[in-house]
């Protein structure tokens, strides 16, 4: 596809970005391209391979060294690769908070700047003391590494410390991010506080453990009298 025509293409396409959801975006007449996306559960797109290698480098020079009908992205989730491809047609992307994190870690592992940028300020922008424990959680089991994003976290952290430690979902944060969300020295909270909101903390992760082995055993024992 001649990339002026590309570009029309997408400007058209971005009228009804508003509209085009997963089968809009599954259901390409002119699809060259089938790709496998996730892991486990992985989903299936048809795609216009020149659309997706226009959105960064590294599309580019993966899509032109593998001139096969198929490609696997077994990193991404589908939610994050839904809207780089919606991008890809559009120009545009389709942000709320529950798929932002997919949609940053797609954007980020294949280079697509604008994407990975407008996930970053729509993060920034709707951070709140009753989700950012869950966005913590979220980023360490995601194996989430980008510095960046933690900053603006953290900086939204600070000050708020009190407050955070009150929410239920400080709670439900993983060893790794509670260690590095409280270690921090501008993370300022009254000492007492916080001391017994991690005892909480450790007293609640026991009780899931126990209840997990427990289950564990329930089910062995099953298996044996089976």
Request: proline content about 2%; some cysteine.
């Amino acid at each position: 596809y001649p990339l002026c025509a590309l570009g029309s293409l997408r400007r058209a396409a971005s009228i009804n970005a508003e509209y085009m959801g997963s089968e809009e975006l599954d259901n390409q007449e002119f699809a060259d391209l089938t790709v496998y996306v996730g892991g486990t559960g992985e989903k299936i797109y048809k795609v216009i391979r020149a659309s997706l290698a226009l959105c960064s480098e590294t599309f580019r020079s993966m899509l032109s060294k593998k001139m096969g009908s198929h490609v696997s992205f077994p990193d991404i989730n589908p939610a994050g690769f839904e809207n780089i491809l919606r991008y890809a047609y559009t120009n545009q992307v389709r942000l709320e908070f529950d798929v932002v994190l997919d949609t940053f870690l797609a954007a980020d592992a294949y280079n697509v700047l604008p994407v990975r940028q407008k996930c970053l300020e729509y993060i920034t922008s709707h951070l709140s003391v009753e989700n950012v424990c869950n966005l913590l959680a979220a980023c360490t089991y995601a194996g989430c590494e980008v510095v960046e994003l933690f900053q603006e976290i953290y900086q939204f952290c600070d000050g708020k410390g009190n407050e955070i430690l009150k929410e239920k979902s400080y709670l439900a944060l993983p060893k790794r991010a509670l260690i590095h969300l409280i270690s921090r020295d501008t993370f300022m909270v009254n000492e007492t506080d916080l001391f017994l909101r991690c005892l909480e903390w450790a007293r609640d992760r026991a009780k899931k453990k126990k209840y997990r082995l427990r289950g564990r055993s329930s089910e062995t024992a099953k298996a044996h009298r089976g």
